[in-house]
């Protein structure tokens, strides 16, 4: 990277697909080595979370899938694991406070 900190100018008008804001990591590696989240964060463009924009299917790089799939694959950018579409992914636990956002595989739209 040129940038030692992962940041460049135009850093404020990416996506974060982090719920939390400030626990993106554009350091953390995406689980392909040496391949940091800096590296593919604009593979997505940013958008309004929502349920529907969520699971929207969309095209980056040639890979049709929802949103919300793609930022399953970014969930180690997060600190916290939990991506801006988890408020919208569905909820299995009986008592909805005891699910963990980030055990959740958020590829399926809530029923």
Do not use: Y
């Not at 719920?19 to 350091?27: C, H, K, V, Y």
């Not at 890979?63 to 793609?70: A, E, G, L, P």
């Amino acid at each position: 990277l040129c940038c030692t900190d992962a940041v460049h100018v135009c850093s404020s008008f990416i996506l974060n697909p982090c719920l939390n804001s400030t626990s993106f990591d554009p350091t953390a590696e995406t689980g392909s080595p040496g391949i940091t989240c800096s590296d593919v964060i604009d593979i997505e463009p940013a958008f309004n979370a929502s349920e529907e924009t969520c699971f929207q299917l969309t095209t980056s790089l040639g890979w049709v899938s929802t949103r919300s799939t793609k930022l399953a694959f970014l969930a180690g950018c997060c600190q916290d694991s939990a991506s801006i579409c988890t408020p919208f992914a569905m909820n299995p636990c009986s008592n909805s406070t005891s699910m963990d956002p980030a055990a959740l595989v958020p590829a399926m739209p809530p029923t």
